[in-house]
């Protein structure tokens, strides 16, 4: 069995275009996995195997990929550590990734671009990652580009993120004069030539001109590991530098319990720095056995107490993060955190209660295979023949079943609808549909009734669109597709006090129920998880008996799902049952779930009903010369100016505006800027439409149900 010390689960995380694609590919070359660099330019990287990712430059799935590290000098050659790496999406519609990712990982590298400093994404990413608790490296990258500054970046980490950069190295020279970086702890200057073989550097000593800089950098640096250890802390005070490896303990000790972060940098592109950052995940990352052990939870999702300790001895303790289609079937990549898989067992998926027998173990490198016969806890690996399992799913010995925490993902606000060509269309378009669904679970299908269509629901424009391509493409779907819908919300702003009596005799026993209630605009504290349903019963006496109160609950909650202004669905409301009536043979469960359906129909209109529409947040970068027009424009948006601040390279504006005005932003944005404006979008809550839009999102509900009846 391996050593588990020498695992490292880690993610490489950032904006888009912060070169974290590139920096993976570089390290699998540093670890012997790939002999001929990718570049993502040319739509060739190692991890990016998707036909869309490699159009696009940008990562869409999170590849894992399995490679081993000895050291930048050979340090570990007899014992190398097992890398196994999660290259993440940078772009904003794929955080779901990020989010899956991070919750397998034990540890993360924070790749930021030298010029362009602490970007949207990267603030949302690093906002994930403290909420998983992760550690994490900082990597800022591109330093040979014009106008990369590695001091200001460090700022930023400090100022946007409020996180504690510990700076590792110092760069040598900048932009186009790049030579390498100085290792604070050594005080070794590594220095490459232009060739761009990573392997092609020596030590020098710290060049004249920085000496001061790096004592200066270099004392801060051993102040604040220092302050991770009494003893150290006390020696150093009294005079004495703790040895290097005291040092390399206590910043260790520091990075795992989130004081703070590792920094260093280099270029990625031009193979200057990667080294000292791989020789970083070693030093300081945790190992599996270093992180807290997940929670194992019951049925409703509440922790036991237990804990999956990461051990080989202990049960089989599984999660299934990703779903895969490929060339060889589905792949289930899987984190074993207790116990090990072998090659043809059977396991339990405790979700279903199904047992699953594995058919073959996978590691993973990219696109490219190992088959082995057996896994341990620690281990990152895809898992072929599974046929029930999907995404968050626990697998566990059949003996001692277990459930480990769930993935929750966020509720698509965005849809289109696809009319498939003719019938084999439909056909294709059913199981290319049943797969991408249980690839990604943010992706969600259902099919209108009336009109036939399948309705695609999705976080994003750029997430739709790549669906649509990948329907298209990947699976050979011809078919018509719609204009995105956005996914409104109905509530009411009132609390009704009504009654309502079902009665119906036609021969035989009949139907009876009476029910009185109050229908309230359900408020929930922040801090809360949300809840768009409440139910409550104040009935005394048997005037409604307790058998028949989950039948009332059943028929509001059903009818929840079409609203009575434009039949979106209807949220936060809570249901009070306080009397009512029944009849000794006439009343049934089924008599009092018509009941409760008829008295939302009744009711609702008389609660001031009113139509939600989705807020998102948004964060966009354009120069000063362009910032009068990209606000004037988001104001006609009906956007809300959050704040505006400098960044690296121009201004950088947050906002919150409704989904529905940001259909195409991209392309204008582009307009106003010439090509230089970004931004990123995220949901953020549902608020009242204002009065006009509510009429057309009602009068164009209403248009689309005459059209379908014709």
């Given at each position: 069995?391996?050593?588990?010390?020498?695992?490292?689960?880690?993610?490489?995380f950032?904006?888009?275009?912060?070169?974290?694609?590139?920096?993976?590919?570089r390290?699998?070359?540093?670890?012997?996995?790939?002999?001929?660099?990718?570049?993502?330019?040319?739509?060739?990287?190692?991890?990016?195997?998707?036909?869309?990712?490699?159009?696009?430059?940008?990562?869409i799935?999170?590849?894992?990929?399995?490679?081993?590290?000895?050291?930048?000098?050979?340090?570990?050659?007899?014992?190398?550590?097992?890398?196994?790496?999660?290259?993440?999406?940078?772009?904003?519609?794929?955080?779901?990734?990020?989010?899956?990712?991070?919750?397998v990982?034990?540890?993360?590298?924070?790749?930021?671009?030298?010029?362009?400093?602490?970007?949207?994404?990267?603030?949302?990413?690093?906002?994930?990652?403290?909420?998983?608790?992760?550690?994490?490296?900082?990597?800022?990258?591109?330093?040979?580009?014009?106008?990369?500054?590695?001091y200001?970046?460090?700022?930023?980490?400090?100022?946007?993120?409020?996180?504690?950069?510990?700076?590792?190295?110092?760069?040598?020279?900048?932009?186009?004069?790049?030579?390498?970086?100085?290792?604070?702890?050594?005080?070794?200057?590594?220095?490459?030539?232009?060739?761009?073989?990573p392997?092609?550097?020596e030590?020098?000593?710290?060049?004249?001109?920085?000496?001061?800089?790096?004592?200066?950098?270099?004392?801060?640096?051993?102040?604040?590991?220092?302050?991770?250890?009494?003893?150290?802390?006390?020696?150093?005070?009294?005079?004495?530098?703790?040895?290097?490896?005291?040092?390399k303990?206590?910043?260790?000790?520091?990075?795992?319990?989130?004081?703070?972060?590792?920094?260093?940098?280099?270029?990625?592109?031009?193979?200057?720095?990667?080294?000292?950052?791989?020789?970083?995940?070693?030093?300081?990352?945790?190992?599996?056995?270093?992180?807290?052990?997940?929670?194992?939870?019951?049925?409703?999702?509440?922790?036991?107490?237990?804990?999956?300790?990461v051990?080989?001895?202990?049960?089989?303790?599984?999660?299934?993060?990703?779903?895969?289609?490929?060339?060889?079937?589905?792949?289930?990549f899987?984190?074993?955190?207790?116990?090990?898989?072998?090659?043809?067992?059977?396991?339990?998926?405790?979700?279903?209660?199904?047992?699953?027998?594995?058919?073959r173990?996978?590691?993973?490198?990219?696109?490219?295979?190992?088959?082995?016969?057996?896994?341990?806890?620690?281990?990152?690996?895809?898992?072929?023949?599974?046929?029930?399992?999907?995404?968050?799913?626990?697998?566990?010995?059949?003996?001692?079943?277990?459930?480990?925490?769930?993935?929750?993902?966020?509720?698509?606000?965005?849809?289109?609808?696809?009319?498939?060509?003719?019938?084999?269309?439909?056909?294709k378009?059913?199981?290319a549909?049943?797969?991408?669904?249980?690839?990604?679970?943010?992706?969600?299908?259902?099919?209108?009734?009336?009109?036939?269509?399948?309705?695609?629901?999705?976080?994003?424009?750029?997430?739709?669109?790549?669906?649509?391509?990948?329907?298209?493409?990947?699976?050979?779907?011809?078919?018509?597709?719609?204009?995105?819908?956005?996914?409104?919300?109905?509530?009411?702003?009132?609390?009704?006090?009504?009654?309502?009596?079902?009665?119906?005799?036609?021969?035989?026993?009949?139907?009876?129920?009476?029910?009185d209630?109050?229908?309230?605009?359900?408020?929930?504290d922040?801090?809360?998880?949300?809840?768009?349903?409440?139910?409550?019963?104040?009935?005394?006496?048997?005037?409604?008996?307790?058998?028949?109160?989950?039948?009332?609950?059943?028929?509001?909650?059903?009818?929840?799902?079409?609203?009575?202004?434009?039949?979106?669905?209807?949220?936060?409301?809570?249901?009070?049952?306080?009397?009512?009536?029944?009849?000794?043979?006439?009343?049934?469960?089924?008599?009092f779930?018509?009941?409760?359906?008829?008295?939302?129909?009744?009711?609702?209109?008389?609660?001031?009903?009113?139509?939600?529409?989705?807020?998102?947040?948004?964060?966009?970068?354009?120069?000063?010369?362009?910032?009068?027009?990209?606000?004037?424009?988001?104001?006609?948006?009906?956007?809300?100016?959050?704040?505006?601040?400098?960044?690296?390279?121009?201004?950088?504006?947050?906002?919150?505006?409704?989904?529905?005005?940001?259909?195409?932003?991209?392309?204008?944005?582009?307009?106003?800027?010439?090509?230089?404006?970004?931004?990123?979008?995220?949901?953020?809550?549902?608020?009242?439409?204002?009065?006009?839009?509510?009429?057309?999102?009602?009068?164009?509900?209403?248009?689309?149900?005459?059209?379908?009846?014709?």
């Open positions: 069995m391996t050593d588990l010390s020498k695992y490292r689960n880690i993610g490489i950032a904006h888009v275009d912060a070169g974290k694609t590139t920096t993976t590919e390290i699998l070359k540093l670890t012997g996995k790939i002999h001929k660099l990718g570049e993502v330019h040319d739509g060739a990287a190692t991890t990016d195997f998707m036909e869309q990712e490699q159009e696009r430059g940008i990562t799935q999170s590849a894992a990929t399995t490679c081993f590290w000895p050291g930048s000098e050979q340090q570990h050659a007899k014992a190398p550590y097992r890398f196994n790496i999660i290259d993440t999406p940078g772009h904003v519609d794929f955080t779901v990734e990020v989010y899956r990712s991070l919750k990982l034990d540890g993360g590298i924070g790749v930021f671009c030298g010029s362009g400093g602490v970007e949207p994404q990267s603030e949302t990413n690093w906002r994930y990652a403290n909420d998983s608790e992760v550690a994490r490296l900082i990597y800022v990258n591109k330093l040979d580009r014009i106008g990369a500054d590695f200001k970046v460090v700022d930023q980490v400090k100022n946007v993120l409020g996180a504690t950069p510990l700076v590792m190295v110092l760069p040598i020279g900048t932009e186009s004069d790049l030579k390498g970086v100085v290792d604070l702890l050594t005080r070794e200057a590594w220095v490459w030539d232009e060739s761009g073989d392997l092609n550097y030590k020098q000593p710290v060049p004249e001109d920085m000496k001061d800089k790096v004592e200066e950098y270099r004392e801060q640096l051993i102040e604040t590991a220092v302050e991770q250890d009494d003893e150290a802390m006390e020696a150093y005070l009294e005079g004495n530098e703790p040895d290097i490896d005291t040092i303990k206590c910043i260790r000790k520091g990075t795992i319990n989130l004081s703070f972060f590792p920094t260093y940098c280099g270029s990625s592109f031009k193979n200057k720095g990667v080294q000292l950052v791989l020789d970083a995940v070693v030093d300081y990352l945790p190992s599996p056995t270093e992180v807290e052990p997940q929670d194992e939870v019951d049925a409703e999702g509440h922790p036991t107490g237990e804990k999956a300790v051990s080989v001895d202990e049960p089989l303790r599984a999660l299934a993060f990703k779903i895969m289609d490929d060339k060889y079937g589905a792949l289930t899987t984190r074993i955190y207790s116990g090990k898989v072998q090659k043809g067992m059977t396991v339990l998926n405790s979700f279903t209660g199904k047992t699953e027998r594995i058919g173990i996978i590691e993973m490198h990219a696109d490219d295979r190992n088959e082995i016969d057996s896994a341990q806890a620690g281990d990152i690996v895809a898992l072929l023949g599974m046929k029930t399992v999907q995404t968050g799913h626990t697998l566990c010995d059949p003996n001692d079943p277990a459930t480990l925490e769930p993935m929750v993902f966020p509720d698509p606000v965005i849809s289109i609808a696809v009319k498939p060509k003719d019938k084999g269309q439909a056909e378009l059913g199981v549909i049943g797969k991408m669904v249980a690839e990604d679970p943010s992706f969600q299908v259902e099919t209108d009734e009336d009109s036939g269509e399948t309705i695609l629901k999705g976080m994003g424009e750029l997430h739709l669109d790549i669906k649509v391509d990948i329907l298209k493409r990947t699976y050979g779907v011809e078919a018509e597709i719609g204009k995105p819908q956005v996914a409104y919300r109905e509530t009411i702003t009132v609390p009704v006090t009504d009654s309502y009596t079902h009665k119906k005799q036609s021969g035989g026993s009949g139907q009876f129920a009476k029910i209630y109050t229908i309230e605009p359900l408020v929930q922040e801090e809360e998880d949300k809840k768009n349903f409440v139910f409550e019963s104040k009935v005394v006496g048997g005037n409604v008996p307790r058998e028949f109160w989950p039948a009332v609950e059943k028929g509001f909650k059903n009818s929840l799902e079409k609203g009575v202004l434009a039949g979106y669905p209807t949220v936060d409301i809570k249901v009070t049952l306080s009397d009512g009536a029944f009849h000794a043979v006439d009343s049934s469960a089924v008599a779930e018509i009941a409760s359906k008829a008295a939302y129909r009744q009711s609702m209109p008389k609660g001031n009903p009113d139509i939600l529409e989705p807020i998102m947040k948004l964060d966009v970068f354009c120069g000063e010369e362009n910032m009068g027009d990209v606000i004037g424009d988001l104001n006609r948006r009906r956007g809300m100016i959050k704040s505006q601040e400098p960044a690296n390279t121009g201004i950088r504006i947050k906002a919150d505006a409704p989904l529905s005005e940001m259909f195409g932003y991209i392309g204008d944005l582009r307009t106003m800027t010439s090509g230089r404006g970004q931004f990123s979008m995220e949901f953020s809550h549902y608020a009242p439409c204002p009065k006009n839009v509510a009429e057309q999102v009602i009068k164009e509900a209403l248009e689309r149900e005459e059209a379908k009846k014709k």
